[in-house]
Every structure is written in structure tokens, then in C-alpha cells.
């Protein structure tokens, strides 16, 4: 059968690539057409670290992300906390701050569970080329 493993570890190790390729593209478009053209198995280690290299770079965009809205979120605070006296306007305007600190705070969520997701792909393939190295 095509899609059983057979005995052999380069063959078992093909079919690990390829079924981790295939979870990593799943929601991934900007991956499938970097790295889409070929299925892991036949992928080189260079092209193995050039993916590496990919996942890393969205992880580190994630958290610059996720601190820039944690510093409007920040900064929003600050501006809630340090108003005195609270005119109708000024309620207004708190109420208009309190709505923007909610969707930065779903924001910020959202953000959270990409990078999560991603830090698991990027787990996976280092510990994927770990095994074909050797190490």
C-alpha cells in the first residue's frame, strides 16, 4: 500500500514528513507556496532549515505584534487612569477607550493562539530535522 509505512526508517521518516507537511499547510498559504512545490520527504536539509528559518521569522512578527498591542493597551490605561474629573464627554471618551482595550485584548487572544500554533509546527520541525541529522 502507497500510504503504509514500510519497515525501512528513511521510508517511515518520508511518511513523517510527509503527513507533517500536510498539517502544516492546512491553514497556511503563504507556506504552501514557499515550501508547496515539493512534499517533505524529497525536501533537502537546507530547504528543511530555509522552512525552519520561515516559521521562525512569523513567530518573532507574532510577538512584535502581540507587544505592540500590549503597549496601546498599556497606553489606553494610562490615559483612563491618570483622567481626574469625568466629564459627560469625558465618559464618552472612557467608554470609546474601554470598547478599543476589549478588541486589543482580543486582538492580543487571537495573536496568542497563532503564535501557539505555530510554535508547536516550529517544535516539530526542528525535532523532524534533529532526527534526520542524526542528533
Sequence with gaps: ME???????KSTLMDE???FWKSLKKGDSHLETGFGARPL???SPQQI???IRVLSQDRRRLNQKIEEV????????DILETSASLSTNQQIEESAMHLKINELNDQGQKLSHELAALDEKLSLARSLERELSGN
Design 49 to 51: 532549515k530555509e522552512m
Design 70 to 77: 500590549h503597549r496601546d493597551i498599556e497606553s489606553i490605561t
Design 17 to 19: 514528513w510527509y503527513l
Design 41 to 43: 520527504g524529497v525536501m
Design 3 to 9: 500510504n503504509e509505512p514500510s519497515g525501512n526508517t
